[in-house]
């Protein structure tokens, strides 16, 4: 059995920059959850459609999907189908959960969803199923060592030389779908960029120093990793030492206001790591220095019925006015009837923006720019 830290491409963001990190998430169990259970029960379903060439609706009961199936994944499987046999033409291939030898001399392997040879271009698709963070293609690293591995395991394959490899994300249940294109030129020379971290990671071992930043977000060993620590508490004191722009120094100008204002996100998800770690270990073990005590008391109905009874004894009515389900459940059971709720309820559900959200001028969404008579409107809503 190899000595090395298994090196997976869906964790390659965290390793393309800290090398050590795999190594050391071997030390944390690597569990599951009902969220990326079901999205591998949409996987078996979704291969087994494209391979067997079926709707979702037409698959039949399996172990493999049988515990989450319903309309929801169904709809999530057909989706992805759909957009998979889209890109079909009459002179393509297509490869179904195709193993990827992507860095062998480093033990880098993957499976790609579904892969479409078709003259000139390769077209690599991944299913996403989660509804929650929305999965970007650019800047994914996951993809292109899969658009890399597709290109290197599948080109002599195509009838005519490689020129473009086409990365896609197909995530239904966020309605996202996204791509990028890159010529087999680009994916040889960011292959070529990133194949000497791909080996520190490999040859990494667990005292090697650790280099935090934003990829911890999904990293196993966040909670007691010593570096991440250090960063955060350095971002913590943060120091205004070095700004040299001449202002009263009991206040803070607006350069330091912002720089803090940006480090925020990181140190709330510490803080939040951190806070529930602790207490899983404080359930566990009396942890020395801190202890339990009760939450506070809430007042709480015993006895409904008794209550309106009495109530409306004194002239008073208990029961308020029937409210109306949330979209999100309202979907939910729409879904359940086999029906879309576009379809079924059309305008009379709208898609309303929401308040502007203040980020760095680096985030790569276009800017906002609101007519002015309605700005502080929207943010004081
Ligand atoms: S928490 Fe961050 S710095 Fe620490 S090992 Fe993981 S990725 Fe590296």
């Known amino acids: 059995m190899s000595n090395h830290a298994k090196l997976s491409p869906s964790a390659s963001e965290r390793w393309l920059v800290c090398s050590v990190a795999p190594v050391r998430e ?28 079926i709707d979702a609706a037409l698959a039949s009961a399996s172990y493999f999907w049988d515990k989450y199936d319903g309309p929801e994944m169904r709809e999530c499987v057909q989706r992805y ?25 480093f033990e880098i392997f993957g499976t790609a969803d579904a892969i479409i040879v078709d003259g000139h271009t390769l077209r690599v698709l991944d299913l996403k199923g989660g509804k929650g ?29 490689i020129q473009f490899v086409e990365v896609y994300i197909v995530q239904p249940r966020r309605e996202n779908i996204v791509s990028k294109t890159f010529t087999a030129a680009e994916l040889v020379t960011w292959m ?11 040859a990494a071992v667990a005292g090697d120093v650790a280099t935090p930043g934003a990829h911890c977000r999904w990293c196993r060993a966040r909670n007691t990793c010593r570096e991440r620590a250090d960063y955060n508490m350095a971002t913590a004191g943060f120091d205004f030492s070095d700004e040299c ?10 350069e330091q206001l912002v720089a803090i204002f940006l480090r925020l996100p990181t140190l709330e998800k510490w803080m939040k790591d ?23 008391a809430m007042r709480k109905i015993a006895d409904p019925v008794r209550v309106c009874t009495v109530l409306r004894e004194v002239g008073i009515e208990p029961m308020a006015e029937p409210k109306l389900l949330g979209i999100t459940e ?43 008579h309605d700005f502080a409107e929207e943010l004081a809503q």
């Open 81 to 105: 189908l759909d957009f998979v046999r889209s890109k079909l033409t009459p002179t393509s291939t297509l490869f179904v959960e195709q193993r990827l030898s992507i860095l062998p001399e």
């Open 245 to 254: 722009t001449p202002h009263d120094p009991n206040q803070l100008t607006e």
């Open 26 to 53: 071997e030390a944390f169990p690597d569990t599951t959850n009902d969220a990326a259970e079901w999205g591998t029960a949409a996987h078996a379903m979704a291969e087994h459609c494209l391979t067997n060439g």
């Open 330 to 372: 309202i979907e939910r059971l729409v879904k359940e009837k086999g029906l879309k709720v576009s379809t079924l309820l059309g305008k009379a559900i709208e898609v309303v923006a929401s308040k502007p959200v203040l980020v760095s001028e680096e985030d790569k969404r276009p800017e906002y720019v609101p007519a002015a």
């Open 274 to 296: 951190i806070e529930g770690h602790v207490a899983t270990l404080a359930h566990d073990h009396k942890v020395h220095g801190l202890k339990w005590v009760a939450g506070r």
């Open 192 to 202: 070529d960029d990133n194949r000497e971290a791909a080996r520190r990671a490999y």
């Open 133 to 161: 963070v929305l999965v970007e293609a650019d800047d994914n690293s996951q993809l292109s060592l899969y658009g890399w591995g597709a290109l290197d395991s599948l080109a002599w394959l195509a009838s005519e030389d």
